[in-house]
């Protein structure tokens, strides 16, 4: 019965899916911020998505502001409570992307996240989305509509910025270039100056 009832599911989500792909849902996409300045978390409250998220953010870029957006991301009020939270994040218009994260769980439990309406209302998002839905090989419709999809909710936080440390790293190799392009120019200048100085006392 329960492979039936899987069947049955899939079924419809590749029905939806052919539907929403004709329209060209699935082919906008927007372009990742780079430096984001802040981020939204769209995500049950208190899970271990949004720990992992908020932790892996903290680690890697600790720079960015976080806002946690909480909704229900299971069960049969779960997609309004979504597309509610998508709605309100794109009004605050106080964050650059937009994290949708849920931990892995049965197609079940992850069918809130095919929901047609759902579905249309990330692509129309104003506010670049990263989804990090489920797990490796968990893919929703809501993956497809994103403007990134990740395997999880940490692979999510990861896309969403860059690394400080290789921001650091990166800093650091410059002001050394900048140091040396100095030292050469001041050299060559000096140089300069000496051969003048050669040539004033002939």
Do not use: W
Not at 102 to 124: C, H, P, T, Y
Not at 131 to 136: E, L, P, R, S, V
Request: glycine share 6%; hydrophobic share 40%; charged share 25%.
């Amino acid at each position: 019965i329960a492979e039936f009832g899987d069947g049955f599911l899939k079924k419809e989500i590749e029905r939806l899916k052919a539907k929403l792909s004709k329209e060209g849902i699935f082919d906008l996409k927007k372009d990742i911020p780079v430096f984001p300045e802040n981020i939204g978390v769209l995500t049950a409250e208190d899970s271990h998505a949004l720990k992992d998220v908020c932790s892996k953010l903290q680690e890697k870029y600790p720079l960015a502001g976080v806002f946690v957006y909480p909704s229900t991301v299971q069960g049969a009020s779960a997609p309004m409570s979504l597309i509610r939270m998508l709605d309100k994040i794109n009004e605050d218009s106080i964050v650059d992307v937009i994290l949708i994260v849920r931990g892995g769980g049965s197609l079940q439990d992850l069918m809130a996240f095919n929901d047609e309406n759902l579905v249309r209302e990330i692509s129309k998002s104003r506010i670049p989305t990263i989804t990090g839905i489920g797990h490796k090989p968990d893919i929703t419709l809501a993956d497809y509509a994103a403007d990134s999809s990740q395997e999880t909710p940490t692979a999510a936080a990861v896309r969403a910025v860059p690394d400080s440390n290789v921001i650091r790293q990166d800093i650091y190799q410059l002001d050394i270039s900048i140091n040396k392009a100095q030292k050469q120019r001041l050299n060559l200048l000096s140089d300069k100056i000496s051969n003048v100085f050669s040539i004033l006392k002939v």
